[in-house]
Nanobody, 126 residues
Framework: QVQLVESGGGLVQPGGSLRLSCAASGFAYDYHAIGWFRQVPGKEREGVSSIDSVGGNTYYADSVKGRFTISRDNAKKTVYLQMNSLKPEDTAVYYC???????????????????WGQGTQVTVSS
């Protein structure tokens, strides 16, 4: 059974930090790139970041570049999204997703991903 389970969301003040985790099971994790997306009600889903299957290449949306860092621990089958200098506009439900890819690829579109987690809420507010 394929599972992607996000954790680490919550309420944080502007300028604060959170680290999201995405624990994977039930599929060939080592052959999948992992991406993070976010969505606010009434708005389109936005691709935030992705990392290739070996952890060598990463992608960041311009809106988070320099503030967010994606990484993966293949031994633990877990991908992390370290979010620093958070802003109110980062408030959203964050989803992780898995895409089977060639090595070094960092898919950016949601339709490239086959598996999705249930999401974790991140709220940035004072």
């Amino acid at each position: 059974q394929v599972q992607l389970v996000e954790s680490g969301g919550g309420l944080v003040q502007p300028g604060g930090s959170l680290r999201l985790s995405c624990a994977a099971s039930g599929f060939a994790y080592d052959y999948h790139a992992i991406g993070w997306f976010r969505q606010v009600p009434g708005k389109e889903r936005e691709g935030v970041s992705s990392i290739d299957s070996v952890g060598g290449n990463t992608y960041y949306a311009d809106s988070v570049k320099g503030r967010f860092t994606i990484s993966r621990d293949n031994a633990k089958k877990t991908v992390y999204l370290q979010m620093n200098s958070l802003k109110p506009e980062d408030t959203a439900v964050y989803y992780c997703a898995a895409a089977i890819t060639a090595r070094w690829e960092t898919p950016r579109r949601g339709d490239e991903y086959a598996y999705w987690g249930q999401g974790t809420q991140v709220t940035v507010s004072s």
